[in-house]
């Protein structure tokens, strides 16, 4: 069996890169939205406390529409 | 402020616009275009009345109304080109005026 | 989330595609269709359930949660009228269920189907259930959603196709019209919960935006319940749907048309400021019409059931332009004998369908004979549809022609009479087509319908008859249903 030591030493590098900088990312924290104004969340909030109900009919809605889409476009299995 | 009545007269202009697309043309895909008009009409007045209801402020009734319209716009959009995809298949043209084999 | 009823059947529904890749694994496509038969039985039970708190509370008021409540937020607000349509969308949507599973044996994409299937009660039950106008549209499109691909199920013919096409475009613009009288309404009064429109344009002056309006509201609705002359999607659309899904349609979708159209014109335009009675009787009278006329020329047996759709939704439309009590109480019990006859007789014509192959009706003629359970409850469902003295059209159909004679609409009874003898011609011209002593070429082969086909439609019909002997506890239920749009 050949190995290809290419391979094994992309991958070793690979590797050890993937470890270092995650461990580099969990010890710094990222300034997250530091540098920008606050955005207003009160119609996300309107809709969440007021409209649940239809929120989450919506949702049923998305999937049928789904559901439409894949039942016109079926395949239709090969008539021997 | 721009009157209320010129945003209620250009709701109406596009429903009027959307229903004579529907009535008079002849592509499919353009019918389903039309239809996309005619929910635009009725989101535009939503959008409107939303605006003017109380000076200064807007009624965040509407705007949830209309954000959730526009996704069942976009469900019937996408459930009539399905269809049209199948009406291309058998048919040959996109001219709805071809389709016209079931009658009385 | 919602009621029990709804939650458990947009569950089975949600799971429905599981099911179907578990299937479609063992390759046994039957469990798909007893899968869908056990969520509707579920469903029903907890409807029980709700009939039962509806019964002693008044009315349920579902809000999603408790602090926000109306004018601004969705509510579901469920009286004795919501839990009647819901009824009876449930009882149908279960006998087409269970016919589906022998009738699309044959055909592919079966989880789509019994998904969408699903989704279409779910979609009506929610209707039925609405208290916010908003709510009610949005339940409204999952049912228009479902029922444009349901009725373009089976796309390698051309056929539904078109008929699906042109359903789809005139009630996509029906419910772009109903949201653009929504957006009046809201405009007018700020908020679209049934409650609060009704308080805030009970005492409003009828003025030329409230009459535009009330005019949207009429073609928005008009064009899902098959009112002329916005109907003319209906003859095409319902023989291209598979026949289970015609029943469904015919039987309980348009009658829901009919219910949302009910709800708002009672709770936000008064009949005592509108009048719009008479626009309403005008409308009954040229649908009965034009419905029976045209089912006098058809050949095809399902495009002859579809015209005597529209005609008796030209009778149910008799009791609301009386818009009395007992007006309103023919309507609803009409709407729930026609979900029975209209259902059954779909049924039956499936069965012909399935056995013979074609659906025209000299095509069919003499099949009777070599089906006879099916004849029978045919028989049935046409006799009834006819109005025949002892069976449940004919006391839905007396209700409603007395009832328009005190409020003033002598010449409305005068008509649906004169419709109704004069609708009977082919009715008994469907009968005696199908008994025919020689049987056409293509009946020659045909056997009795299978047992899983045969179940519902035998139910259905004893339906059909134990209600025409003793209709007072279905009269009792329509009669308290309809109290609650008087109020």
Not at chain 3, 199 to 207: G, I
Not at chain 3, 259 to 279: D, E, K, N
Not at chain 3, 312 to 327: D, F, H, M, P, R
């Amino acid at each position: 069996m050949t190995i290809d030591w290419v391979r094994v030493g992309g991958l070793t590098v690979a590797v050890l890169v993937v470890l270092i900088f995650s461990m580099l990312v969990v010890s710094y924290e990222f300034p997250s939205f530091d540098h920008v104004e606050p955005v207003e969340i009160e119609t996300a909030e309107f809709l969440w406390s007021y409209r649940l109900i239809d929120l989450i009919a919506q949702a049923f809605v998305l999937f049928a529409a789904a559901a439409c889409c894949v039942a016109v476009l079926r395949a239709e299995e090969e008539k021997k | 402020m721009i009157p209320l009545v010129h945003y209620l007269a250009c709701a109406i202009a596009l429903y009027v616009i959307g229903m004579y697309c529907l009535a008079s043309k002849r592509n499919m895909i353009r019918l389903v275009i039309g239809v996309e008009i005619l929910m635009n009409a009725a989101h535009l007045t939503f959008i409107a009345f939303s605006a003017y209801r109380t000076a200064g402020y807007i009624d965040p009734l509407g705007h949830a109304i209309v954000i959730m319209s526009i996704v069942f716009a976009g469900c019937v959009t996408a459930v009539a080109l399905t269809i049209v995809t199948y009406a291309y298949r058998h048919y040959g043209t996109l001219d709805v005026r071809k389709l016209k084999r079931l009658r009385w | 989330m919602f009621t029990e009823p709804l939650n458990v059947l947009l569950i089975f529904t949600v799971t429905m595609p599981i099911i179907g890749w578990v299937a479609y694994r063992k390759a046994y496509r039957k469990i798909l269709g007893v899968y869908a038969a056990l969520g509707l039985s579920v469903t029903a039970y907890f409807l029980y359930e709700l009939y039962r708190e509806v019964a002693e509370k008044g009315v349920v008021l579902i809000v999603g949660q408790l602090p926000f409540n109306p004018p601004l937020g969705a509510c579901l607000e469920i009286d004795m009228l919501s839990v009647f349509m819901a009824f009876i969308c449930t009882m149908i949507g279960l006998f087409a269920a269970v016919y589906s599973i022998k009738y699309m044996e044959r055909d592919t994409g079966l989880t789509e189907y019994y998904t969408l299937l699903l989704g279409m009660i779910a979609g009506m039950m929610g209707v039925a259930f609405a208290g916010d106008f908003f709510t009610l549209f949005v339940f409204w499109e999952l049912m228009c959603l479902t029922s444009y691909a349901l009725v373009a199920f089976r796309k390698q013919r051309w056929e539904p196709i078109e008929a699906g096409f042109k359903y789809l475009i005139m009630s996509a613009a029906g419910s772009a019209t109903i949201l653009l009288a929504m957006s009046f309404l809201y405009g007018m009064t700020g908020t679209v919960n049934f409650a609060s429109l009704a308080v805030s344009l009970n005492n409003a002056t009828p003025d030329g935006w409230l009459h535009v309006t009330l005019t949207l509201i009429v073609v928005g609705f008009g064009i899902k319940a098959a009112i002329v002359p916005f109907h003319t999607w209906l003859p095409d659309a319902h023989p291209a749907a598979p026949s289970p899904i015609s029943a469904v349609l015919s039987g309980v979708m348009i009658e829901t048309g009919v219910y949302a159209l009910c709800r708002v014109l009672f709770v936000a335009f008064l009949p005592a400021q509108f009048h719009w009675g008479m626009i309403i009787a005008v409308l009954s009278v040229v649908t009965m019409t034009v419905g029976n006329l045209m089912a006098l020329l058809q050949t095809d047996i399902k495009r002859l059931l579809a015209y005597s759709s529209i005609a008796q939704i030209g009778y149910i439309l008799v009791g609301i332009a009386a818009g009395t009590q007992s007006g309103l109480t023919g309507t609803t019990f009409h709407i729930f004998n026609h979900a029975l006859m209209k259902g059954l007789a779909f049924l039956c014509a499936g069965a012909f369908i399935f056995r013979a192959k074609t659906r025209n009706l000299d095509e069919l003629s003499g099949i009777g004979r070599k089906m006879p359970i099916s004849t029978v409850t045919f028989s049935i469902a046409v006799f009834a549809l006819a109005g025949m003295p002892g069976l449940n059209g004919f006391m839905s159909k007396f209700v409603l022609f007395t009832a328009a004679i005190p409020a003033g609409m002598a010449w409305l009874a005068i008509a649906g009479v004169l419709n109704s003898a004069f609708s009977v011609a082919y009715y008994l011209r469907l009968i005696l087509v199908i008994i025919r002593p020689q049987p056409a070429g293509k009946v020659a082969d045909a056997k009795e319908a299978p047992i899983t086909m045969l179940m519902p439609m035998c139910l259905m019909a004893a339906f059909i008859v134990l209600i025409g002997v003793w209709p007072e506890p279905i009269v009792a239920f329509a009669q308290r249903a309809a109290s609650c749009l008087i109020d």
